[in-house]
Nanobody
């Protein structure tokens, strides 16, 4: 079965950096847009960044200056480079991918289990 697995989360001091990875595996016909979302305790899930199969990117305004999304299509993997981290960035970060699993199938959203990012002051 198709799977999205995030890695790279952890504890970091304010001002530090982390790189998150999201690897898609399984029987996949194609991957369109991939993205990162986050949810902090007591808050709504919010967009962090998305990237199309051609490399076009979209960022939330509050994160555009500090975060960079990228992908390696040969590895079916997306990345999120996070710099100048702040305590407000503490959240569970989720990977999302639009994928088609077979030739006659539909494009659907798939989600990873999430990875925790904690930024200490």
């Amino acid at each position: 079965q198709v799977q999205l697995v995030e890695s790279g989360g952890g504890l970091v001091q304010a001002g530090g950096s982390l790189r998150l990875s999201c690897a898609a595996s399984g029987s996949i016909f194609g991957i369109r847009t991939m993205g990162w979302y986050r949810q902090a305790p007591g808050k709504q899930r919010e967009l962090v960044a998305t990237i199309t199969s051609g490399g076009g990117t979209n960022y939330a305004d509050s994160m555009k200056d500090r975060f960079t999304i990228s992908r390696d299509n040969a590895k079916n993997t997306a990345y999120l480079q996070m710099n100048s981290l702040k305590p407000e960035d503490t959240a569970d970060y989720y990977c999302n991918a639009e994928m088609k699993l077979k030739w006659g199938g539909n494009w659907n959203d798939y989600w990873g289990q999430g990875t925790q990012v904690t930024v200490s002051s």
